[in-house]
T-cell receptor, first 112, second 112 residues
Framework: DTEVTQTPKHLVMGMTNKKSLKCEQHMGHRAMYWYKQKAKKPPELMFVYSYEKLSINESVPSRFSPECPNSSLLNLHLHALQPEDSALYLC???????????FGPGTRLTVT | GESVGLHLPTLSVQEGDNSIINCAYS??????FIWYKQESGKGPQFIID?????DKRQGQRVTVLLNKTVKHLSLQIAATQPGDSAVYFCADLMYSSYKLIFGSGTRLLVRP
């Protein structure tokens, strides 16, 4: 299994809602990542988990809260988002933090 | 009117021709470089990588060239096919920070 899966594919939420994005991989990778990608822009790193511990937070607002329940799962909890947070949220994983990252298909998030 | 940054540089090639996509990176301390392909509605897909102690690496139909003197990376695609149409991103990483930084991307259009 060489796949990173993400659910849901699409999500529309209001500014007062609480929702979660889910990412899963079964490649035995020990590093997992969240990226945000706006239209026609490159992905921007948000968070890095290494061995289930948060190792990088790129000064992301606290309305985004990551969680790594185990080595295969990565969640991104969303609360009180703003319309400008609408974007494609990509999850990635890698064997270690210095090897190629495999990306999931992303969750297209719209905040209304 | 147009907004700066909303249009990706575009390379248009005839099917069967070779394509060369260029990328300039800014961090002379980068250790590792990756090319990703992103098709519409999908996450980035790993194409090929190269370590900073190499200047060339070949894959199937693709070659990556690294010129550290001028901080330039290129991706060559041989016999370009319609399925190669996508946005191509270069990305670089420093081993000390393990943060993957993406370039701005180039859209490749393959004419039949």
């Amino acid at each position: 299994d060489t796949e990173v899966t993400q659910t849901p594919k699409h999500l529309v939420m209001g500014m007062t809602n609480k929702k979660s994005l889910k990412c899963e991989q079964h490649m035995g990778h020990r590093a997992m990542y969240w990226y945000k990608q706006k239209a026609k822009k490159p992905p921007e790193l948000m968070f890095v988990y290494s061995y289930e511990k948060l190792s990088i937070n790129e000064s992301v607002p606290s309305r985004f809260s990551p969680e790594c329940p185990n080595s295969s799962l990565l969640n991104l909890h969303l609360h009180a988002l703003q319309p400008e947070d609408s974007a494609l949220y990509l999850c990635a994983s890698s064997q270690g933090t210095l090897s190629e990252q495999y990306f999931g298909p992303g969750t297209r998030l719209t905040v209304t | 009117g147009e907004s700066v940054g909303l249009h990706l540089p575009t390379l248009s090639v005839q099917e069967g021709d070779n394509s060369i996509i260029n990328c300039a990176y800014s961090n002379s301390a980068s250790d590792y470089f990756i090319w990703y392909k992103q098709e519409s509605g999908k996450g980035p897909q790993f194409i090929i990588d190269i370590r900073s102690n190499m200047d060339k690496r070949q894959g199937q139909r693709v070659t990556v060239l690294l010129n550290k003197t001028v901080k330039h990376l290129s991706l060559q695609i041989a016999a370009t096919q319609p399925g190669d149409s996508a946005v191509y991103f270069c990305a670089d990483l420093m081993y000390s920070s393990y943060k993957l930084i993406f370039g701005s991307g180039t859209r490749l259009l393959v004419r039949p």
